[in-house]
């Protein structure tokens, strides 16, 4: 308890309580249509480039000891359909997972559910009070890339005699073998999204700590590229996402974000964020005609 | 953090969570003098439970040779170097758990194993502590100053888990009605804290289904009153499942309660981390008795010494032979007239053995048969 109250107290002078950062996002309107994340779009040239502050995530333990990632560059259009946000940080090393005791480089934007004016508590809402988040993990764009890794994938040298219902020719079993090898694998015989392909990013819907859950059959997409110690990110999503977050033309919202390192192995709650949220700007439609 | 009684400690320690026993708990106690590494146990739960993708590398249950074996390398000592020197006085634990040691940003002191430290499950097997020096060296003296012992392990279902306590997710729970440790598959998001905070190193990543996973404790076995798999199917009869009290609810004809509570002959290893691990074992005899007070605390002494005088003891004797004798779980036991008798939950009889079998003596020809008789164990 005394932790959580010294927590508390360092971070009263930091902004723990602000709701807006310094930072403000402009999506800047443009004609043609920004629904593929296309990181090295022409469009991106004229988006202004927010420099947003991170810091290691302070509330949930374990938490970093340090800030890997203390800024973020963000960079917003739209179509009057689609809102495409460009994300640059620096990461010394590409991570994609895979084996034990690695991490995957990832990044998440996060939106308020019930009103674009008062957002919720920007550590992944509150109860009753959603966010709305778009996470994407270079394991994840991998999986879409190339497919979900088998084990001789990620171990080439791996032997294995056989798995359980595991035929060539499953015979009489037909079908049912399929039903019956899941049940060797926990994760997906209870469903769980992480056990699955994924399409290189997850929409998630938060409550609060440890209370997000995947959303499925999502619209929306992300492509990244790393090289020379940067990565760059461009997440797309629908402006209108009927049981999410509802964006408006010529409105306004607010977005949070997070990026981890998975070469320093940061994952879950060890992760840099923002501790306020940076109010956003759908440029209007008739912006896009100039 | 909340402070928490760990009776293994004697004293109250620092936890993330209030302190919840469950209404029973599974418990596993080892006989060290006994165990053969034959790895059946390791192989009974490989089997059962970890066969799929994924899993290959895994051992719920892994027999490792004391003191060079570790499955994951050097889990062990890894551990107790980050946690440092700490030290016993006068039976109660003087130093700082492994939740007491973190730092603020961190559920436990801990490391973090690697692929390549799952790769070996068995490197170090036979392995001796002390040099042989000459061709048809002998061992002269006790203890031995040549040993090593065979160390089963599984999750020790602890008290006070520290993979439960560093899931950010809360994805691992506790279960009420026999205090078996579980990770929800369902929630698990692969993070990998459980694996890197257990200090025993018994919560193992997926990398196929991309959760972490670890022993069930068989608990559908248990559910039906049965021992675990890798129980029941020991070559060396030297482990019992049963369901363990605090000492401040023991009850002596309880099978478990009366090892490690009334004989006190079965210690918890490594209880200075501040788990209060559910697995229990009588420490090998024979083996150095500085590595044996690392591993069981200042007990071992007294619990070697009450060991070697079981023999005159007909109802401890009777108990031992016991285990082994059923797959079912035993929830108390008596022994009268030279029989130990086991009793189910409702006391309903489960299985009656004579502490000292009878001998048969044979004449070495079969008449009837017409045959020679072999003595064939
Ligand atoms: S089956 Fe029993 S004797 Fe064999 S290695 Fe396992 S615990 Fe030891
Ligand atoms: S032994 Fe490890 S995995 Fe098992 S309950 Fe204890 S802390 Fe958790
Ligand atoms: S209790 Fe069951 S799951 Fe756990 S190690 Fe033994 S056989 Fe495996």
Redesign the pocket.
Same mark, same amino acid.
């Given at each position: 308890m005394n932790l959580i109250k010294s927590t508390f107290g360092a971070l009263a002078g930091v902004s723990l309580f602000c709701v807006t950062a310094e930072a403000e996002i402009v999506a800047k309107a443009v004609r043609g249509d920004v629904s593929k994340p296309q990181p090295a779009a022409a469009y991106w040239a004229n988006a202004p480039v927010e420099k947003v502050s991170l810091i290691a995530q302070p509330m949930a333990i374990p938490r970093p000891a340090v800030a890997l990632t203390p800024e973020l560059r963000v960079q917003a259009v739209h179509d009057a359909k689609w809102l495409a946000v460009r994300l640059t940080w620096k990461d010394p090393e590409y991570s994609e997972a895979g084996h034990l005791g690695e991490f995957s480089d990832a990044v998440a934007m996060q939106f308020p559910v019930k009103s674009n004016e008062s957002p919720p508590p920007i550590f992944m809402g509150a109860k009753d009070n959603p966010v709305h988040i778009f996470h994407w993990r270079a394991q994840y764009q991998r999986d879409q890339e190339k497919g979900k890794p088998e084990m001789t994938d990620l171990y080439p040298n791996l032997s294995v005699d056989m798995y359980p219902m595991e035929f060539k020719d499953p015979g009489t079993l037909g079908t049912s073998a399929n039903s019956g090898r899941e049940q060797f694998s926990p994760g997906r015989a209870e469903g769980n999204p992480q056990s699955y392909q994924k399409n290189g990013v997850d929409e998630i819907v938060a409550e609060g700590f440890s209370t997000s859950s995947v959303q499925e059959g999502h619209g929306s997409a992300a492509s990244g590229t790393w090289a020379a110690g940067e990565w760059s990110v461009v997440i797309v999503r629908e402006l209108n996402r009927e049981g999410g977050s509802v964006l408006t033309v010529g409105g306004k919202t607010f977005m949070g974000f997070a990026v981890w390192q998975g070469g320093a192995s940061e994952v879950g709650s060890r992760k840099c964020v923002t501790m306020a949220w940076t109010p956003v700007t759908l440029e209007g439609a008739q912006a896009a005609a100039r | 953090m909340s402070k928490v009684k760990n009776w293994h400690l004697g004293r109250e320690m620092e936890y993330p969570y209030e302190e919840s026993r469950p209404k029973k708990q599974w418990a596993i106690v080892?006989d060290l003098n &006994? #165990? *053969? %590494? #034959?790895?059946? $146990?390791?192989l %009974?739960c490989k089997t059962t439970w970890t066969s799929g993708k994924g899993q290959e590398y895994m051992f719920w =249950?892994n027999?490792e040779t004391k003191p060079y074996g570790a499955y994951p390398l050097a889990w062990d000592v890894r551990v107790l170097e980050k946690l440092g020197q700490q030290s016993w006085a006068g039976g109660k634990y003087a130093g700082k758990t492994i939740f007491e040691a973190a730092e603020p940003s961190e559920r436990a002191v801990h490391f973090a194993p690697t692929d390549q430290d799952w790769m070996y499950p068995n490197l170090g097997e036979d392995d001796c502590a002390g040099t042989v020096t000459n061709a048809g060296d002998h061992i002269g003296e006790l203890p031995h100053d040549r040993w090593f012992f065979?160390l089963?392990r599984t999750c020790a279902h602890c008290t006070y888990p520290a993979c439960l306590a560093a899931c950010p997710r809360k994805a691992i729970y506790k279960r009420e009605e026999d205090g078996i440790v579980l990770i929800d598959q369902s929630r698990c998001k692969g993070y990998g804290e459980c694996v890197r905070a257990c200090p025993y190193k018994k919560s193992m990543y997926n990398p196929y289904t991309r959760t972490s996973e670890k022993c069930v404790g068989c608990y559908p076995a248990v559910e039906q009153g049965l021992q675990p798999q #890798?129980v029941v =199917? $020991? *070559?060396? &009869? *030297?482990?019992v499942m049963g369901f363990i009290n605090p000492p401040w609810n023991a009850r002596a004809d309880n099978p478990i309660d009366y090892l490690v509570h009334k004989k006190q002959i079965a210690l918890p290893y490594y209880p200075q981390l501040g788990l209060e691990p559910n697995i229990y074992y009588i420490p090998p005899i024979h083996a150095d008795r500085q590595y044996l007070h690392q591993m069981f605390g200042p007990q071992v002494d007294g619990a070697i010494e009450r060991y070697r005088a079981l023999s005159k003891d007909p109802v401890a004797a009777g108990l031992l032979t016991l285990i082994g004798s059923s797959e079912r779980i035993l929830h108390s036991f008596k022994v009268e007239k030279g029989v130990a008798r086991g009793f189910a939950e409702d006391g309903s009889p489960i299985v009656d053995v004579p502490v000292t079998e009878p001998v048969i003596v044979r004449d070495a020809f079969d008449e009837k048969l017409g045959t020679a008789r072999y003595n064939t164990p």
């Open positions: - | 080892f &006994k #165990c *053969i %590494a #034959c790895q059946t $146990c390791s %009974a =249950n027999v065979y089963p #890798c =199917n $020991c *070559i060396g &009869k *030297i482990r």
